[in-house]
T-cell receptor, first 112, second 118 residues
């Protein structure tokens, strides 16, 4: 299995608070991705990174920002959480393009 | 229009039987890849199988095979000899292009929940 961890695994927060989710990999893979999973929508891409400090937007990027200062870490930040951001968040990694993406265990976020 | 369509919200199959999970896709890109992922009740996403648009043969991985019909734009997952542990949600996904941009992006279907019964 790919070495991917996500923290925290569960979080409950209140509307308007900032939240940061962390994805950590031990595979030294160049590409990292953040998805959200909601019922009826499958997984949707939020942001992705193609190298340290290189990031770009995905399909549902509004309200989210990301940062990647080291190869192994990809952070997803909700600047001011809203209830619509209640979801399960998955990080994925890939060694090269194009290639299979391998997913982390997910983070369940609840915004009250 | 949906890029990935999984028309079966739920399926039942008896243990040891084979089952086919449907997936149709829509793309005008000649270069694309199709993936299947499994999500058990524990929540993790597990990669199962991959088919490239230029691959001549259908992909197989153990009990999993992909029935790729390019003209019909379908990429059905076939699970042979179902086991109780196969009960899970199954997602079809498509990657378009060869990553000519900065990174490929996967588009997922809404999933099919498979229940294997005794």
């Amino acid at each position: 299995d790919a070495g991917i961890t996500q923290s925290p695994r569960h979080k409950v927060t209140e509307t308007g608070t900032p939240v940061t989710l962390r994805c950590h990999q031990t595979e030294n893979h160049r590409y990292m991705y953040w998805y959200r999973q909601d019922p009826g929508h499958g997984l949707r891409l939020i942001h992705y990174s193609y190298g340290v400090k290189d990031t770009d937007k995905g399909e549902v990027s509004d309200g989210y920002s990301v940062s990647r200062s080291k190869t192994e870490d990809f952070l997803l930040t909700l600047e001011s959480a809203t209830s619509s951001q209640t979801s399960v968040y998955f990080c994925a990694i890939s060694p090269r393009e194009p290639d299979t993406q391998y997913f982390g265990p997910g983070t369940r976020l609840t915004v009250l | 229009a949906q890029k990935i369509t999984q028309t079966q919200p739920g399926m039942f199959v008896q243990e040891k039987e084979a089952v086919t999970l449907d997936c149709t896709y829509d793309t005008s890109d000649p270069s694309y890849g199709l993936f299947w992922y499994k999500q058990p009740s524990s929540g993790e996403m597990i990669f199962l199988i991959y088919q490239g648009s230029y691959d001549q043969q259908n992909a197989t991985e153990g009990r999993y095979s992909l029935n790729f019909q390019k003209a019909r734009k379908s990429a059905n997952l076939v699970i042979s000899a179902s086991q109780l542990g196969d009960s899970a949600m199954y997602f079809c996904a498509m990657r378009e292009g060869r990553g000519a941009g900065t990174a490929s992006k996967l588009t997922f279907g809404t999933g099919t929940r498979l229940q294997v019964t005794l």
